[in-house]
Every structure is written in structure tokens, then in C-alpha cells.
């Protein structure tokens, strides 16, 4: 039997599929490669290039291959991007999740996992944020992941799909190896920014606002390992194999960092001086983000290791071997 990853070239879709060949089981992936790279994908995992949305496509993947369970990371996944793109990001991520699921009915496939975000609860009420917090998106982004939500829900209830929607706060790092990492074109997250300095390939990096309700006045985010996050969805995946039901889990540390305590983390790092301006706030962004994650710890015993400095290292280790991302590699 196949797990179906959606988005599985992707940054953190291309990690769990490397870690589900490692463990013997057999990864199928679905990408249509604008933000994704085929050779973030090893050459023996069967890789579809395609549009999620285009029902044909799907119904000759779930037609190729038994397919037991989906995960699915396909997504448009930037707050300011789709402040400004609003209906792209409702066509990509909800009418993908559409698709996605009429296939999953046709087939009778009962089990997906996927990537929610913590951008759902919008600016939150109480830190940390549990999963009953209100849910009042303030992006587009966070709007069309509750909207892949619900409709997961309700399909569930229709139709018998069983679900674990996992609402990320901030991932980031890499492979262990260094073989892959995140690379983004063009890079908008913080973490690869930041040591993007160090590497001589940036100036200086530039701190969106320093006038938020936080103590040193820069937003403040939970960072977690994508390690750490791939554990999280293979235990997802072997608790809808244990016959469990539908689950919201968020996926944090738990602990928080601001823009300015990420910029100081990096430089201890990398043993090197890190330049910041300081620019206007983004739109889009709330003030505090930070995860409670003890659902997670009960309902799938799963708990985040890496800290901070093994988070940034792990993408420095990456980054400098890879000063230009996958540009130019082939698969292999
Ligand atoms: N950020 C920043 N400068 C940058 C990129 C990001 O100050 O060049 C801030 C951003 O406002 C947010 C945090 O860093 O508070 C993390 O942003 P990122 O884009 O990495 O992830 P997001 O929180 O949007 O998922």
C-alpha cells in the first residue's frame, strides 16, 4: 500500500517522504513543482508532476496505485503573499482540497493527514494557544486553511474520511545529512533570511516592525524542527491505522522567540555578526504566536526535541552546503 503525499517536493512534504522510504514503507508523490524541486524527491520514490486540481491527474494517480492513506502539504502557504493574492490562494488551497477529496471518495480512501497553520486562530487571545482558542483568521492563508478544515470535516462526517489537521507554527531547519533543506525562490521566511547574511549573501536582514506589544517590540514565533515535525505526521499517520478518530493538533515548542532573540540565536550560531534594519510591520502577521501542543503529546505522544540553536544549526549545515538551494541538482 502507497502514501500519497501531495506536495511531497516540497520543503516539508520532500522530508517526510525521505523519512517514509528510510523507515520501508512506500512514498507517492504529487507535485506540480512551482515551488517544489524534483530533486528534493530520491530517484526510486515515484513522483507525479501535476496540478492537484486537476481531477483527471488525480484520478490516474488513485488508479495507479493502492493508495492506503494521503498526506497532503500542497498548499500556497505565505501571510503577505495572499494578502495581496487573495484568490489565488482560495482556487490553490481550497478548490485543491476539493479535488482532492472527491478523489479520495471515488476511491475509498478514509485516512489523510494535513497541514493546517497556525494562522487559523489569527491574533490570539491567550498564549499559549490551544486548539478550542476562536478561530479568526486575519490572511487569506489562515481563511482558506480553516476552509480546507471544514471541508475535510465535513467530508469526513459524509463520507467516512477520517482526518488529522496539524496547525504548524513556524518550521524550520534540516535533513540531518544536509541532502536537502528549505529553498525558497524567492526567500521570504525568517530563518533562511537570517543566515543568508552570514553566508555573504545578503546585506542585512530586515526586521518587520519593532513597535508590537511584545518585550523588545518584534513578533514574536514558535520554531520547530521539520525533524520534528515529520515525527509528528508518521505518528499521525500509525494513529488513523490504529482505527483513531478525527484530530486538531497543534504543532509547536511551546516556547516563544522573537524576530530579534531568532537574529542573536543565529549569530551565536554561526559565530558571526548578523546586520538588521529595522523596515514597516507586514501585513498579515499577528504580534505572539506560541503553540500549547499538549494535545498532540496526548493523543499522538508526540512531543518537539530540537531547540533553537539545533533548529538554526541544522539549517546553517544545509545552507552553507548548499549556498544555492537545489538550483541546477538533479535526482538522485
Ligand atoms: N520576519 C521579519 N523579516 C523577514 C521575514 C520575516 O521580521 O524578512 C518576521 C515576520 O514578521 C514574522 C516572523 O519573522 O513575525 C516569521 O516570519 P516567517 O515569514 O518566517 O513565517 P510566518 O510567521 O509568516 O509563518
Not at 230 to 247: F, I
Not at 270 to 275: D, E, L, R, Y
Amino acid at each position: 500500500m502507497a502514501i500519497l503525499v501531495c506536495g511531497g517536493a516540497g520543503y516539508i512534504g520532500s522530508h517526510y517522504v525521505r523519512a517514509l522510504r528510510e523507515r520501508g514503507e512506500t512514498p507517492v508523490v504529487l507535485d506540480n513543482l512551482l515551488s517544489g524541486h524534483a530533486a528534493s524527491v530520491p530517484a526510486d520514490v515515484c513522483l507525479h508532476t501535476g496540478d492537484m486540481r486537476d481531477p483527471a491527474l488525480l484520478e490516474s494517480v488513485f488508479s495507479r496505485h493502492a493508495v492506503d492513506a494521503v498526506v497532503h502539504f500542497a498548499a500556497s502557504s505565505l501571510v503577505g503573499e495572499s494578502m495581496e493574492r487573495p484568490l489565488e490562494y482560495f482556487h490553490n488551497n481550497v478548490h485543491g482540497m476539493q479535488v482532492l477529496l472527491e478523489a479520495m471518495v471515488r476511491h475509498r480512501v478514509d485516512k489523510i493527514v494535513f497541514s493546517s497553520t497556525a494562522s487559523v486562530y489569527g491574533e490570539p487571545e491567550r498564549i499559549p494557544i490551544v486548539e478550542d482558542s476562536p478561530l479568526r483568521p486575519a490572511s487569506p492563508y489562515g481563511e482558506s486553511k480553516l476552509f480546507m478544515e471544514r471541508m475535510t470535516a465535513w467530508a469526513g462526517k459524509a463520507h467516512g474520511i477520517r482526518s488529522v489537521i496539524l496547525r504548524y507554527f513556524n518550521v524550520a531547519g534540516a535533513w540531518p545529512g544536509g541532502e536537502i533543506g528549505e529553498d525558497h525562490q524567492p526567500e521570504s521566511h525568517l530563518i533562511p533570511l537570517v543566515l543568508q547574511v552570514p553566508l555573504g549573501r545578503r546585506r542585512c536582514v530586515t526586521i518587520f516592525g519593532d513597535d508590537w506589544p511584545t518585550p523588545d517590540g518584534t513578533c514574536i514565533r514558535d520554531y520547530l524542527h521539520v525533524m520534528d515535525l515529520v515525527d509528528a505526521h508518521v505518528r499521525a499517520v500509525e494513529y488513523l491505522h490504529g482505527g483513531g478518530s478525527s484530530l486538531v493538533c497543534n504543532l509547536g515548542n511551546g516556547t516563544g522567540f522573537s524576530v530579534r532573540q531568532i537574529v542573536d540565536a543565529a549569530s551565536r550560531v554561526t559565530g558571526m555578526p548578523v546586520a538588521v534594519e529595522v523596515g514597516p510591520r507586514r501585513a498579515g502577521d499577528p504580534a505572539c504566536l506560541v503553540a500549547s501542543a499538549e494535545r498532540a503529546r496526548q493523543a499522538l505522544g508526540w512531543q518537539a526535541r530540537a531547540g533553537i540553536e539545533d533548529i538554526l544549526a541544522s539549517a546553517w549545515a544545509w545552507h552553507q552546503a548548499h549556498p544555492h538551494g537545489f538550483g541546477g541538482r538533479v535526482r538522485r
